[in-house]
């Protein structure tokens, strides 16, 4: 079985500083990863996705983020915050094994200060 | 047009009454699915869908039923609402291994 385990149910940042939001899975098979951002009174919106090419993967807004095969880990990064920036993010996870069913963490939700 | 519509977007209704939650999409896609979310919680799978003729329950299935219509429309009941069933409710779609792109979300209190 498949699981995603978010460090932080809220990080608090300043404008301008590093944003790093933490993601361990859990699959017994090669997995499938994805980060989603959900801003205020909207759906989930896809940030990016890992599915067995490179490693570190570029998604939108200047997020990225890096598989770690090795950690178990997904973390997504972006170098410098903006107030945009302010939303709940969630890790996600899904292989062959569930017939590509996603997994949820439980999310992080960000803080931007000024 | 949004890809993924989801109504009513938000809903209060009583407990014990029968609501229905829609969804349709124009991506064309085969699978869909229901989630909701509560706070600290992240979203949980209600039920899926990856075919018009195929219906699978999810992790919390208890208490709510579906209807394939089409490819492009998936329901979601509730046949007897109940206060724990107050929450954010989504409907996604996918092409088997890619990602999921979801409505807006309906708010249902159920008082």
């Known amino acids: 079985a498949q699981s995603v385990t978010q460090l932080g149910s809220h990080v608090s940042v300043s404008e301008g500083a590093l944003v790093l939001l933490r993601c361990n899975y859990s699959?017994?098979?090669?997995?499938?990863l994805f980060w989603y951002v959900q801003y205020p009174n909207q759906g989930l919106q896809l940030l990016l996705k890992?599915?067995?090419?490179?490693?570190l993967v570029k998604g939108i807004n200047g997020f990225e983020a890096e598989f770690k095969k090795s950690e178990t880990s997904f973390h997504l990064t972006k170098p410098s915050a903006h107030m945009s920036d302010a939303a709940e993010y969630f890790c996600a996870v899904s292989d062959q094994g569930s017939n590509y069913k996603l997994t949820f963490g439980k999310g992080t939700l960000l803080t931007v200060n000024p | 047009d949004a890809d993924v519509t989801q109504t009513p977007r938000n809903r209060i209704t009583k407990t014990g009454k029968r609501i229905m939650l829609e969804c349709s999409q124009t991506?064309?896609?085969?699978?869909m699915y229901w989630y909701r979310q509560d706070p600290g919680l992240g979203l949980r799978l209600i039920y899926y869908?990856?075919?018009?003729?195929?219906?699978n329950k999810g992790e919390i299935s208890d208490g709510y039923s579906v209807s394939r219509q089409a490819q492009a429309k998936f329901s979601l009941s509730l046949e007897s609402a109940i206060p724990n069933q107050t929450a954010l409710y989504f409907c996604?779609?996918?092409?088997?291994?890619?990602?999921?792109?979801f409505g807006d979300g309906t708010r249902l209190s159920i008082l």
């Open positions: 991506k064309g896609h085969d699978r």
């Open positions: 890992y599915t067995s090419a490179a490693t």
């Open positions: 699959s017994s098979v090669p997995p499938y």
């Open positions: 869908s990856f075919d018009v003729k195929d219906i």
């Open positions: 996604a779609t996918s092409d088997l291994d890619q990602a999921q792109h």
